[in-house]
């Protein structure tokens, strides 16, 4: 979501003149783009502010410093005062004041924009891409939260639930495929609660995969609260809807749960996790936990454990629970699971989690995927990257293909992280599609 405000930004700044730079000590203007979902995220950003603030005492005093987003949203003036290291701070909804914010920063003041919008999505602003290599780009099609878990900042930080029109969503989709990338994430703190007056997500899936169907669609975040079956038909029928699903669970405890505030139960859970592998076969899964919520106890972790033993998740973001303020959990309930203990109820899960992945990829040895090439693999430059329709890591051998191809792959062994396979040739999603068809 951030990479994705920041492409927003960046158009911002290019239509009142500037130009981006890869180093900062060339810069007249740096944004620190920030998330407050958990307090190490915060302790990072303020190591970069430190660093920006050496950088502009040794090369550039004029230097400009903002914090954008979340934090700037969640602290407010306040960030002014703790040590000078900002001259700026804006928050997610304000960006496009940002001109007149550096106008009153260059006339020698501090500027401050936290006002959150129940209207603003940037939809009429064409973001200027950072990310993906040219093959792959994130549209937002929502913004804000509303509902309100128990341990979450972003309600807080993101404001209100709001969806993009339509329209926009498709036009931008379209300039995409004209510009020739392959893959777009449609992003959303639930997507599946979009509402352009009262058309849906299954809708607006169908008419964004429709636009090129060499080009892949796929989609985050999914609440396990309101997933309808129309939608996991769509994925099952469209070639080019990705059969990968993140659908955070948080917890395998019902009583977890109630306390998260996740208005689903453990079975409830467990029964569409069952619809999406029965309704689309091969679908791979992943999901965001968190260990050490308020109250947990070993059964109620225990419980955790064996979810992710039952499902196999694909991949999975696990984290220590992270207390943060304004929020339900901080107000009513107490942190009181030791730091130990998060850790290794962690540990616990990671290792589930592992184990569930592992035996996953070992059933696609032998079988063949379609994987979009994004380039050199990190680890070897004469092997290629990319990945399969299930969202997975695919490593293979280079022969003449190029960063947005669809290749087959024959895979060949795993970890529980990345497949290793064989180019077999060229394909494209029809092609591969009516081929598996028949076989
Ligand atoms: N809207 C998405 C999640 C956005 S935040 C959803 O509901 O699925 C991404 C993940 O961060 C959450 O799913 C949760 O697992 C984690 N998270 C949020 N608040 C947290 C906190 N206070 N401590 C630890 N992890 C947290
Ligand atoms: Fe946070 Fe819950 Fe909203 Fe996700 S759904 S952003 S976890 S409040």
Known sequence: MNFSDSEIVNSIMIERGLKPTDAPENADVIFVNTCSIRDN????????????????????????????????????????????????????????????????????????????????????????????????????????????????????????????????????????????????????????????????????????????????????????????????????????????IHIPAQSGNNDVLKRMRRPYTREQYMELIHKMKKMIPGVALSTDIITGFCGETDAEHADTVELMKEVKYDLAYMFIYSERERTLAHRKMADDVSDDIKKSRLTEIVDAQHAGAKSNNELEHGKRHLVLVEGPSKRDENQYQGRTDTNKMVIFDQIDFKPGDYVEVEIIKSTSATLFGKAIKKSSITEFSSQMALA
């Not at 995220?41 to 603030?53: G, I, N, P, S």
């Not at 008419?207 to 989609?219: A, G, H, Q, Y």
């Open 41 to 244: 995220a915060e302790r990072k950003v303020w190591d970069r502010l430190k660093y920006f603030r050496s950088v502009k005492k040794s090369v550039n005093n004029d230097m400009v410093v903002g914090l954008l987003g979340c934090m700037a949203e969640r602290l407010k003036e306040s960030v002014l005062e703790r040590e000078k290291l900002v001259d700026m701070v804006v928050g997610p909804d304000a960006y496009r004041t940002i001109p007149n914010l550096l106008d009153e920063v260059e006339d020698g003041r501090k500027a401050v924009n936290v006002i959150l919008s129940l209207e603003e999505t940037y939809a009429d602003i064409a973001p200027v891409r950072t990310t993906g290599n040219g093959v792959s780009a994130f549209v937002s099609i929502m913004r804000g939260c509303d509902n309100m878990c128990a341990f979450c900042v972003v309600p807080f930080t993101r404001g209100r639930e709001r969806s993009r029109d339509l329209e926009s969503i498709l036009d931008e989709v379209q300039a995409l495929s004209d510009q020739g990338y392959k893959e777009v994430t449609v992003l959303g703190q639930n997507v599946n609660s979009f509402n352009d007056n009262g058309r849906t997500f299954t809708e607006l899936m169908d008419k964004v995969s429709l636009i090129n169907p060499e080009m892949r669609i796929r989609f985050s975040t999914s609440h396990p609260k309101d997933f309808p079956d129309e939608l996991l038909q769509l994925i099952a029928e469209r070639p080019n809807i990705c059969k990968y």
